[in-house]
Every structure is written in structure tokens, then in C-alpha cells.
């Protein structure tokens, strides 16, 4: 496997980087895929901070407002989520006194 390596060594991860650097999310960022982005956001949990041997993460190199649209909806959706939790861990639990 010349010219790919893996992030992690521990265990199978898609986050496979070139001889760039450039990640998946990078290749999809770049060439404009937002079925494939969405796809690797969401089922394959990609980082998103992963930086190229130029210094740049995926979503800096963004050149279809496709692309940009995908980012911004995983965007909201992960807020979305750490919003949600914070409410259920800050509401008082059943059988306790408020």
C-alpha cells in the first residue's frame, strides 16, 4: 500500500490519508461529492480536523457550495446533539426533588 497509511493503528478506521495527507473527506471536499461527504460524516464518522501535508482540513478546501451546504448541515446536526444531551443531563431525574 504505497503512498497510504493509516491514522489509527489499533483498530480498522476509514481515515485513510495519501501521500498528501489528503483524507477521504478531503478528496470528497475537493471533487464535490455531497452524497459521498454526508456519507462519510454520518456512517463512517470521519474527523473532520484532519489536516493535509499543506495545513489545510477538509472543509477549508471546499469548492462547491454543495459541498459547503453538507458541511453546515452536519454542522447543525452535530450542535444539534451536544445540545440535546446537555439538556438531559442538566433535567432532574425521576423520583428525585427539584
Same mark, same amino acid.
Given at each position: 500500500?504505497?503512498?497510504?497509511?493509516?491514522?489509527? @493503528?489499533?483498530?480498522?478506521?476509514? @481515515?485513510?490519508?495519501?501521500?498528501?495527507?489528503?483524507? /477521504?473527506?478531503?478528496?470528497?471536499?475537493? $471533487?464535490?461529492?455531497?452524497?459521498?461527504?454526508?456519507?462519510?460524516?454520518?456512517?463512517? $464518522?470521519?474527523?473532520?480536523d &484532519?489536516? $493535509?501535508? @499543506?495545513?489545510?482540513?477538509?472543509?477549508?478546501?471546499?469548492?462547491?457550495?454543495?459541498?459547503?451546504?453538507?458541511?453546515?448541515?452536519h454542522? @447543525?446536526?452535530?450542535?444539534?446533539?451536544?445540545?440535546?444531551?446537555? &439538556?438531559?443531563?442538566?433535567? /432532574?431525574?425521576?423520583?428525585?426533588?427539584?
Amino acid at each position: 500500500m504505497s503512498g497510504i497509511r493509516m491514522v489509527e @493503528d489499533e483498530k480498522f478506521t476509514y @481515515d485513510f490519508l495519501d501521500k498528501k495527507l489528503n483524507s /477521504p473527506l478531503h478528496i470528497a471536499s475537493q $471533487n464535490g461529492s455531497a452524497s459521498c461527504l454526508r456519507l462519510l460524516l454520518n456512517e463512517y $464518522n470521519l474527523k473532520i480536523d &484532519l489536516r $493535509n501535508i @499543506d495545513g489545510w482540513m477538509a472543509k477549508d478546501i471546499v469548492q462547491h457550495e454543495n459541498i459547503r451546504q453538507a458541511y453546515n448541515e452536519h454542522y @447543525d446536526k452535530v450542535k444539534n446533539s451536544i445540545k440535546q444531551t446537555a &439538556l438531559a443531563a442538566s433535567a /432532574p431525574k425521576e423520583g428525585s426533588k427539584a
